[in-house]
């Protein structure tokens, strides 16, 4: 039987996403590294649905079981879990420049202060997301982490390496932050080919009864962004800077003033 479907960059699952990333952009291989391990919920067994072509053409559904394999190093700056290393916020991961193909980040994404009452209480149902995720305070130091990490993954990663990286656009204060654009930016600027984008999309969120007045869409939506390092079949872009355009800008020119000229030589003969 033949699988039917092709790969999406859209799912409600994000392990099929993960396990989609694995297959088209490492070679099916697990990932050596996650910097940000938690409890480890990226990794394990679990079960999709997947549509197949018989051999007489007809299509079947049916339950298929996969595998997030675990990373060889597991690290966390609050490690949750045995055998995940303790790394400090702006540390060093302790591995070698240019040492693993694989890394996996899924940074905090929540803007408030980690000592405030509501993440310090343990009452249920308060500040769910910043107590299981951590946060960042002020905004601008949810920035500098992302600058931060996004630079030493690349340090760690062997030329042609891959990135996973999560992000989650989030609204602080009444202004939408676009972190997820944010970090393909700085990724561009470390040497990153951003090669591939994935739309992991929510069926349900918490929402806040302290909204009055809605500003903004709720997002219902995160991304896995695919970061390949210097990958040598690709040559540098960089579609943050003018300079990008008008390279192009200036290459197409180049190519139109040579197929004139050929066209009025042809002309003159
Ligand atoms: C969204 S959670 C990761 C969840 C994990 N992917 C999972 O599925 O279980 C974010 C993680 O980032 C870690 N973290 C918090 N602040 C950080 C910082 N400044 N730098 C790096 N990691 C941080 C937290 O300890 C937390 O484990």
Partial sequence: MKPVEVIKSISYNQHEILRNILDLHCGG??????????????????????????????????????????????????????????????????????????????????????DCPSMRNKKPGSNVIGKRFSSYYPRHEMFESYEHWLSECYRILKPGGVLIWKSQPVISGGINLMTSYYSCRVAEDLGFYIKDEFVLVAKQRLLSGKVKNQMHSRRYHSFFHVFVKDDPKREKTNYWKREFVEKYNKEMEEKNKASEDVTNKKNEN
Avoid at 33 to 55: H, L, Q
Avoid at 86 to 95: D, H, R, Y
Wanted: proline share 9%; glycine share 8%; hydrophobic share 30%.
């Fill in 29 to 114: 291989n697990g990932p050596d590294v996650d910097i940000t391990y938690s409890v480890g919920n990226f990794y394990g067994k679990f079960k999709r649905t997947i549509k197949e072509v018989r051999d007489d053409g007809s299509v079947v559904e049916k339950q298929e079981e996969f595998e997030i394999p675990q990373p060889k190093y597991k690290f966390d700056v609050d490690p949750q879990v045995d055998g995940c290393e303790k790394i400090e916020p702006w540390g060093n991961i302790p591995l070698d420049d240019n040492s693993v193909n694989v890394v996996v980040v899924d940074l905090p994404f929540v803007i408030g202060p980690r």
